[in-house]
């Protein structure tokens, strides 16, 4: 079962920041937040992932709680083409077996 | 280049016959896995293979056996198909989680008649 806790869809216009979150209450202090989305058709594409510290990359930005309990993916100027279902999920390092997917949230950037 | 690649993209088949499926990445990655996703767009986890360890989802059918003859490739195959086996099925790799994701392959839809 996943750990994570997601609303079901989200709305963002495009050009505006798409702000995804995410609930992880039950974390354990060895799990990093993974995020993935898949767009329609295609396999998963991971996105980011982070331990504790905000994270930031080319493609989105994570931001993590203090008490690590839930985070935030954000999209800073959305397009058409990150319309996706989004997926938070947690994970230890090392057990690679765990990275088990739930239901995600449906972005749709709408012009 | 195709980082993690399936093939075939499309597989339609009758009941009670065998298939496979093969996967096949570039990474260099040590671990490589066969999720499901089905109709209801759920994926779920069927195998993980690190370093000749399987790991088995307790689910999976014993129907479903993942080969391995290299470290680049992880094919699937399945025996016996039922109709509801028709899903979409990814395969990907990844290397210590703690640096990075897994990746993806484009999947494999399969259509079982």
């Known amino acids: ?111 | 280049d195709t980082a993690v690649s399936q093939t075939p993209k499309y597989l339609v088949t009758q009941m009670g016959n065998d298939k496979s499926i093969k996967c096949e990445q570039n990474l260099g990655h040590d671990t490589m896995y066969w999720y499901k996703q089905d109709s209801k767009k759920f994926l779920k986890i069927m195998f993980s293979y690190n370093n000749k360890e399987l790991i088995i989802n307790e689910t999976v059918p014993n129907r479903f056996s993942p080969k391995s003859p290299d470290k680049a490739h992880l094919n699937l195959h399945i025996n016996s198909l039922e109709l509801g086996d028709s899903a979409v099925y990814f395969c990907a790799s990844s290397q210590d989680l703690g640096s990075g994701g897994a990746y993806f392959g484009p999947g494999t839809r399969l259509t079982v008649t």
């Open chain 1, 1 to 111: 079962d996943a750990k994570t806790t997601q609303p079901t869809s989200m709305d963002c216009a495009e050009g505006r920041a798409a702000n995804l979150p995410c609930n992880h209450s039950t974390i354990s202090g060895n799990e990093y937040v993974y995020w993935y989305r898949q767009i329609h058709s295609q396999g998963p594409q991971y996105i980011i992932h982070g331990l504790k510290n905000n994270e930031t990359n080319e493609m989105a930005s994570l931001i993590i709680t203090e008490d690590r309990k839930s985070s935030t993916l954000i999209l800073p100027h959305a397009t058409l083409r990150d319309t996706a279902v989004y997926y938070c999920i947690v994970c230890p390092a090392y057990n690679t077996d765990k990275l088990i997917f739930g239901t995600g949230t449906r972005l749709q950037v709408f012009p």
